[in-house]
């Protein structure tokens, strides 16, 4: 009977040389005397009478060694332990060393047998199985190819009798040698040894004409385990870190998740997300930072790595932060503030989000700029906190060039769908969309308010435009009917011109046309002053002020009528410019024209002098009674307060820098141009 063992695990280490108790009976414990000459015993096996030798010479006619080598059975990669014992089949029953003594009188052998196989065992059998299947291939390929014979160019493997056939296994195997440890690689990699430490027959067993079989197996392996050692590490690591740290402050942050301040996409993003951020708008988001210490936490923003031409400090230009306590008492000369907060107490930061900057704008419209921020939150002997700030812009008209605004199609630049303008879209409009939407929006504004003050019956002296020669376009009105400095009322301005929707969507139910002219009004100037080439370009203004400068010299002025033929002349170069110059004008000129004809009762009017511009948003001004001028004296006062509010967001000059008063007299020039269209008298201001 056969016993197989399939091992799937690593062999034992140590190698020990079996014989059988009785073969070592029959060696004894021989000691040689201190007289006697020490000397090594004889070898068993060169003794043709002993037991060694008596296995050796039979294991070769061994049936079950034979099929082995002839791969018919057990022969992929398993293997056996050196046979050192007594066959162990046939014996008498009862008896000891007594084989069969029936009439069949059959021969003994070892019938009983253990046959074992590691994992690399049997990966090398497969692998020699491979390469025995590769070199049968090859070989039917070269005879299909008719390559073969014994000639010299026939040959294609060298044979080398002292190294070829090695590794063959059982040719030069000796039955009796003891095996050594055999390292095998399990399926998770681990790199383990397995041995046989000893294979023995029991011959004193008597209750069977067998002799049973022992196989004595050891095997090393690495005993931890990778998870767990790694898990209890981390627990204690973790734990002695909370012991190090409890003496430590620590502060937490909790972002306000309130409706209407989810994250972006539903993620688990924990940093202040501002969301879809527009221009000119508010948006505001709160912090409550903890002390979850058990000492006092004293803490700041630090300061941001500034970027070319950013502010330096903790937080961008387009963040305001407001902290709900007074900061402590720091150093004289410090600038950043600093905050303490005891154990267990709370304070809230609240975040404020506003895009005013056209500049910014510009950049966050093309691409360059984004709202993404990392504010460090510095506690004093403890760890950093790192918040992010993020935002989505939604693209604005704001910012941009004529020459873009006249590609955008009807819906506005939000139905670009972030797309850039370029030159390769298509050309929509002779003039931007949103100054023909504004400029018609205030013609029609304006009727409505002038009629609305009469229908009301307010008192005639108390009209805005009585007291304010540059109304509607410079604010100093009636606060209980203007929406002027209405934060909400503006931004949403500005989104209806980016959406190309309806203004009145801007506005809630009840506003006065009043209140919407103002607004529009201010809106208008923004976006003009917002325009990266401007109505009328810096080329074109030089070309201007350099014959406006001439003109002064003259000796022989032009008329009026030459002077604006001149001044067309000039923004023709550029058509989509001159189709908003001549635009804007037109809508000023209306306007003055009603202002006019509701002001022609006896009224005092605050007016701006003819040497006020608008370099300073704080004008003096003089006061006149109109009732004791011309109709044309009054339209020339409201023409050149006009002017000079315009002059500056609708030419582009050489920026800053230059002597005060070359800047003066250019800011002048300007307005003098825009006079010539707005002055239907012909006679100017003077």
């Not at 079989?213 to 050891?218: A, P, Q, R, T, Y």
């Not at 809230?348 to 939150?377: A, P, Q, W, Y």
């Not at 339209?635 to 008063?661: C, D, H, S, W």
């Amino acid at each position: 009977m056969i016993q197989a063992l399939d091992l799937e695990f690593p062999e034992p280490r140590d190698s020990l040389s079996l014989i059988s108790d009785e073969t070592k009976e029959d060696y004894g414990d021989k000691r040689e005397s201190d007289e006697e000459e020490f000397s090594l015993p004889p070898s068993p096996a060169s003794d043709p009478a002993s037991l060694i030798t008596t296995i050796k010479s039979l294991l070769p006619h061994d049936e079950l060694q034979q099929q082995q080598k002839a791969e018919k059975a057990f022969h992929e990669g398993w293997k056996e332990g050196p046979i050192t014992f007594l066959p162990t089949y046939k014996y008498d029953v009862g008896k000891v060393g007594v084989f069969d003594s029936s009439e069949k009188r059959r021969c003994p052998s070892w019938c009983d047998r253990i046959l074992y196989r590691t994992r690399t065992a049997k990966l090398a059998y497969d692998k020699k199985i491979q390469e025995r299947e590769e070199a049968k291939r090859k070989d039917e390929e070269l005879k299909a190819r008719g390559i073969e014979g014994n000639s010299d160019d026939d040959v294609l493997f060298d044979y080398d009798p002292e190294t070829d056939g090695a590794d063959e296994g059982y040719d030069d195997y000796d039955e009796l040698d003891d095996p050594g440890p055999e390292p095998v690689v399990t399926k998770e990699g681990f790199e383990d040894e397995i041995l046989l430490e000893s294979y023995a027959a029991h011959q004193r067993v008597l209750s069977s004409d067998h002799k049973p079989l022992v196989g004595v197996f050891s095997l090393k392996y690495d005993a931890i385990i990778p998870d767990l050692k790694a898990r209890i590490h981390q627990e204690v690591v973790r734990e002695l870190d909370r012991t190090e740290n409890e003496g430590r402050p620590s502060i937490t942050l909790v972002v306000d998740r309130s409706a209407g301040t989810e994250t972006r996409d539903g993620s688990d993003f924990d940093g202040v997300d501002f969301g879809e951020v527009r221009y000119s708008t508010s948006i505001r988001r709160t912090i409550t930072v903890a002390n979850t210490g058990r000492v006092p936490a004293t803490f700041n923003f630090a300061d941001r790595p500034a970027a070319p031409g950013q502010p330096e400090g903790a937080f961008p230009s387009w963040l305001t932060v407001q902290f709900d306590r007074d900061p402590d008492k720091t150093v004289s000369g410090s600038s950043n503030k600093q905050y303490t907060i005891q154990p267990a107490d709370v304070m809230t930061i609240e975040f404020v989000l506003k895009i005013n900057d056209i500049d910014l704008v510009r950049d966050l419209n093309n691409g360059i700029s984004n709202l993404d921020e990392i504010l460090v939150v510095r506690v004093q002997d403890g760890r950093d906190h790192f918040l992010s700030i993020v935002g989505t812009w939604l693209p604005s008209a704001f910012g941009r060039s004529i020459d873009q605004l006249i590609r955008v199609p009807e819906g506005g630049v939000r139905g670009l769908q972030n797309q850039k303008l370029t030159s390769d879209h298509e050309v929509k409009w002779s003039a931007p969309r949103e100054l023909f939407r504004l400029t018609e929006a205030l013609e029609d504004l304006t009727e409505r308010t002038l009629a609305e003050w009469e229908m009301t019956g307010h008192e005639v002296d108390k009209a805005p435009w009585q007291h304010n020669a540059g109304w509607p376009f410079t604010v100093i009105s009636l606060p209980e009917m203007s929406s002027a400095g209405d934060e909400s009322a503006y931004s949403d301005v500005c989104e209806a011109i980016d959406c190309d929707k309806s203004f009145d969507t801007a506005f809630p139910p009840g506003t006065t046309s009043f209140a919407k002219l103002e607004t529009l009004s201010e809106v208008l100037l923004q976006f003009l002053r917002s325009l990266e080439d401007g109505i009328v370009t810096q080329e074109m203004s030089e070309q201007l002020e350099k014959g406006m400068a001439a003109q002064e010299r003259s000796k022989q002025p032009k008329s009026t009528e030459e002077e604006k033929l001149w001044i067309l002349e000039i923004l023709s170069s550029a058509p989509n410019h001159n189709v908003s110059f001549i635009l804007l004008t037109s809508m000023l000129s209306r306007i003055t024209n009603e202002i006019v004809s509701a002001s022609k009762k006896d009224e005092v009017v605050s007016a701006r002098s003819s040497t006020d511009l608008p370099a300073s948003p704080q004008v003096s001004v003089r006061r006149k009674t109109l009732s004791k001028i011309p109709d044309v004296a009054r339209r020339q006062l409201i023409v050149r307060n006009y002017a000079a509010t315009f002059a500056p967001v609708m030419f582009r000059g050489p920026g800053a820098g230059g002597k005060e008063k070359e800047k003066k007299q250019r800011e002048e020039r300007m307005a003098r141009v825009l006079e010539i269209f707005l002055d239907e008298s012909g006679q100017g201001s003077g």
